[in-house]
């Protein structure tokens, strides 16, 4: 697929990396809500988040084939991992799990969906976390939320309430609404 293919009508493209998280069905509304809208949406998951939500899933949503591997990558002459995200208009990490802020903060590119974000321009990118309270207000995690803000990385939520694990706290994953809101003004449509 050469650039221009990779470009919607419109001129925007929107990178979404599924990262292994409960809240990755959120994530499919997302993925429509842009798709709906003629806006070229592809989808990079790491290996947890099909644990989650299939590929399968977000194929269908995007009409793109889903990326989940470095491996995947053919062609020499077009590394997908460095094209894709200098190609991007925005860059969504929904949900955004601890494990993925601290690589995201100490330059760690071990899997499709972090050497993605490294190859990036950090204003590109902005981040839905979603994790347990007791991982969100952990002192090693706000660190590295401080980081990743005072790099231009711009984050949406996490809210207050009702979570996976069976507990009320911060740290669940802003609505499909707040985060569409916020990559459309960042794409400026």
Not at 5 to 19: F, I, R
Not at 39 to 58: C, D, E, K, N, W
Not at 118 to 138: F, G, H, R, S
């Amino acid at each position: 697929m050469n650039a221009e293919s990779e470009v919607s009508s419109s001129g925007a493209s929107l990178l979404v990396c599924v990262c292994g998280g409960i809240a990755a069905y959120k994530v499919c509304h997302v993925v429509s809500r842009f798709a709906q809208r003629n806006i070229t949406v592809r989808v990079a998951m790491t290996a947890h988040a099909g644990q989650f939500v299939g590929p399968l899933t977000f194929e269908a949503l995007s009409g793109m084939p889903v990326l989940n591997s470095l491996w995947q990558i053919t062609d020499a002459q077009d590394p997908q991992h460095i094209n894709l995200a200098r190609r991007s208009a925005c860059i969504l990490i929904a949900p955004a799990t601890a494990n993925m802020l601290a690589k995201m903060a100490h330059g760690i590119a071990d899997d499709l969906v972090s050497t993605l974000v490294l190859a990036a321009d950090p204003e590109k990118i902005i981040v839905a976390p979603a994790m347990n309270d007791a991982m969100w207000t952990n002192p090693a995690t706000q660190a590295n939320v401080e980081k990743l803000r005072g790099s231009g990385i711009e984050f949406v939520g996490p809210e207050t309430g009702w979570q996976a694990c069976r507990t009320t706290g911060i740290g669940r994953m802003s609505e499909p609404d707040a985060i569409v809101s916020v990559v459309q003004r960042r794409i400026k449509l």
